[in-house]
């Protein structure tokens, strides 16, 4: 593997079949409106609603949300518009961050963010600085209580995936973003059921952490990831195999 943090995909996976299964689903329908918005209803010529509705899919997003949220983003529905928003930062250690923002009120956001970062002990960074750090790969998830590598390894790579591990019992299929969305058509064809799927930010070298530092770290991305605003965020560190969750 290229340096992905497996708990990073833990987390999220199995935050789809937990209570923040609402919350995930109101950042998708934000995602899909506002690709639709900028690029039309038309999936098939819109490849950024392509994306957003094929990671909805893999969240297990029923389709009248997804058509609903599209009707938003055109104007057939009333609906919010939102503005995109990117920040770089570092947490304790030099662990970079991604954060993406989607808003109604980017005043907001900036001020949350800042504040969420400084309380945890965190801080904004140079542009470019974090995102050197990291390159976008197809991330796929399946549970591997319900699948065994081997069944997903041969329709991964018959879709073109690059790799498929198993950790966690989380099985793990990567592609390249070229490639994201043949390898997900191909495994919905062999009726595998997945539990995330998206084009993530993947960090190319990883920032290791001791256990207290990991668990400040964490703390700060879930305080991030809890906000309304932010959609995604994306970290280099690696955690102690010892390491529990709080």
Do not use: C
């Amino acid at each position: 593997m290229s340096g992905h943090s497996k708990w990073a995909t833990i987390k999220h996976a199995k935050g789809a079949a937990d209570a923040k299964r609402g919350q995930m689903f109101t950042k998708l329908i934000k995602e899909i409106s506002i690709a639709a918005r900028m690029g039309g209803g038309n999936s098939e010529a819109n490849p950024r609603l392509r994306t957003a509705i094929i990671k909805a899919r893999g969240a297990n997003m029923p389709k009248d949300n997804i058509d609903r949220a599209i009707k938003k983003g055109t104007g057939e529905l009333e609906g919010v518009n939102y503005e995109e928003l990117s920040y770089e930062a570092y947490a304790g250690g030099g662990v970079g961050l991604l954060i993406e923002v989607l808003t109604d009120n980017k005043n907001r956001a900036a001020a949350d963010v800042r504040n969420i970062l400084t309380r945890g002990g965190g801080e904004l960074a140079k542009a470019g600085s974090v995102t050197r750090l990291f390159k976008r790969q197809g991330i796929i998830t399946l549970d591997g209580e319900k699948y065994t590598e081997d069944q997903v390894l041969e329709a991964a790579l018959e879709g073109g995936a690059e790799d498929v591990s198993l950790s966690e019992g989380i099985i793990e299929v990567v592609s390249a973003p070229e490639d994201f969305e043949t390898v997900m058509e191909t495994l919905e064809a062999k009726h595998f059921e997945t539990m995330s799927a998206e084009v993530s930010m993947v960090a190319e070298a990883e920032v290791p952490l001791d256990k207290e530092a990991a668990a400040k770290a964490m703390r700060m991305i879930d305080k991030l990831e809890e906000n309304e605003d932010v959609q995604n965020v994306y970290h280099n560190m690696t955690l102690p195999e010892d390491f529990e969750p709080e």
